[in-house]
């Protein structure tokens, strides 16, 4: 048995009920085995001290400067203006009407030192600022109505390629029902005809299909031409050909030879928002620019015919989608933009050997735990930039007190070593109004709903964006934000958090601020 606590995170499934045993002392006697797994960590119960350790230092430090600095300004300004007389005709006569000209001098000297050296470091500071960096829009694909398709129609046309036997059907069939999936999502139709769909022709066909829409729904909305992009960022994660797919925009679109191009490959449904983080360091260091940032899956491409339970539960889950944004750094631009990037913070497990072992397009049992871990780390490391301070603060005290009363004596009531114990968790609402959580699946939905304490509000977008289109990998935080949008959520001033996690493992998050309210668009929404 697990030790503690230990056993809390443990949970038990029986397996091989019913199995009549052969051979042995317990021969012709039914048995069944029981399998022991781990659950999703309790985030309430498991907050890693280092990673709130390196948000306080962070906090401290900058702290200090915050309350010093002006104390010091008041104190220099308090002891110049003492040094004077403390009368206006005074102050004034020393300057004009002083007797000694060179002492008049020498004051008018020490002020406009004061001012050069006050303009210089503010100059400094101004040009050391990372520039901001602007959503003017973005766009979200939809795919034509010929290609929707309900539960059973696709249950129905995987019976009919012959390519499963009735188990795994019959597996599927269970797999839908409790995926929070509708009856209009979208897959391409090489897969409902049955015939050879994980070719590079087909792969090209929906890429192009997906691509080329949204951006032909961002350029008519933001009236950019494509030679004006400075910047292009392209990730899919499985399906890479050559010449690429940010090869396949530019010559599509005739954009410039100059343009800076990237194609990001293998990095799971988390890649949007890295796709995002390069794009705004391309930027950073090329002012006066545009970047565009496109994020897709194939479908098609990486469809499972096998018999591994593993590898099928994505056919499930996956759908056609994509998204593409338009990033700007021009000051300008502020006045049209939608939103304004505040914070990235990526989260990468790939050194643990247990988040690595995940590979290829297949859902495990582990997963949650996985996962869990790294959306732990993700969020303790962006709480600091976005909480408020008295939400620290709280936080800090009581950790503070965990440490120094949490242990409790052997005499000590039980109920109240457990509160000590208790580690107080922030409250992300009083951070942000809107939530874009990556729509994996209701399971995972419901387990983050659960640990972050989120209401059913919360976490409404992300619950109609895997009903409505199922999982499109990295594009569906774009869709949720959509959503959002279709129902004038979306006012000045508003905070978006965007919160996607995938292979490797890694956990990714975005924060917006709105720059003025999103009225509800008469056209080129997906949910319209």
Known sequence: ??????????????????????SGPNAGSLTFSVRVRRRLPDFVQSVN???????????????????????????????????????REEIWSKFWNSTSAAHARYDLATVLAFFGVLVFTLSVYFMSRPRSVYLVD????????????????????????????????????RILQASGIGDETYIPKAIMAGENCSTMKEGRAEASMVMFGALDELFEKTKIRPKDVGVLVVNCSIFNPTPSLSAMI????????????FNLGGMGCSAGIIALDLARD???????????VVSTETVGYNWYKGKERSMLIPNCFFRM???????????????????????????????DDRCFR??????????????????????????????PFSEQLQFFATLVWRHLFGSGGSGSNSSTTATANKPYIPDYKLAFEHFCVHAASKAVLDELQRNLEFSDKNMEASRMTLYRFGNTSSSSIWYELAYLESKESVKKGDRVWQLAFGSGFKCNSAVWRSIRTVRKPSTNNPWL
């Not at 766009?139 to 290609?147: E, T, V, Y």
């Not at 530019?250 to 191009?261: A, P, Q």
């Open 1 to 22: 048995m697990a030790p503690g606590g230990e056993q809390d995170m443990l949970s038990t499934e029986i397996v091989n009920k019913g199995v009549i045993e052969s």
């Open 250 to 261: 530019i010559n599509h679109y005739k954009m410039r030879g100059n343009i800076l191009s």
């Open 321 to 351: 989608g994509g998204s593409a944004l338009l990033l700007s750094n021009r000051r300008r631009d502020s006045r049209r933009a939608k939103y304004r990037l505040e914070h990235i913070v990526r989260t990468h497990k790939g050194a």
């Open 49 to 87: 001290l280092k990673y709130v350790k390196l948000g306080y230092h962070y906090l401290i430090n900058h702290g200090i400067y915050i309350a010093t600095v002006p104390v010091l300004l008041v104190l220099v300004f308090g002891a110049e203006v003492g040094s004077l007389s403390s009368s």
């Open 282 to 292: 391309m930027l950073q260091a090329n002012p006066n620019n545009y970047a565009v």
């Open 138 to 173: 973005f766009a979200c694909f939809r795919p034509d109505d010929d290609l929707k398709v309900s539960k059973e129609q696709f249950l129905e046309a995987a019976r009919k390629s012959g390519k499963f036997d009735e188990a795994n059907l019959q597996f599927q069939k």
């Open 358 to 387: 995940f590979k290829g397009i297949r859902v495990s049992k582990d997963l949650m735990e996985v996962g869990g871990d790294a959306l732990k780390t993700n969020i303790t490391t962006l709480g600091p930039l976005v909480l």
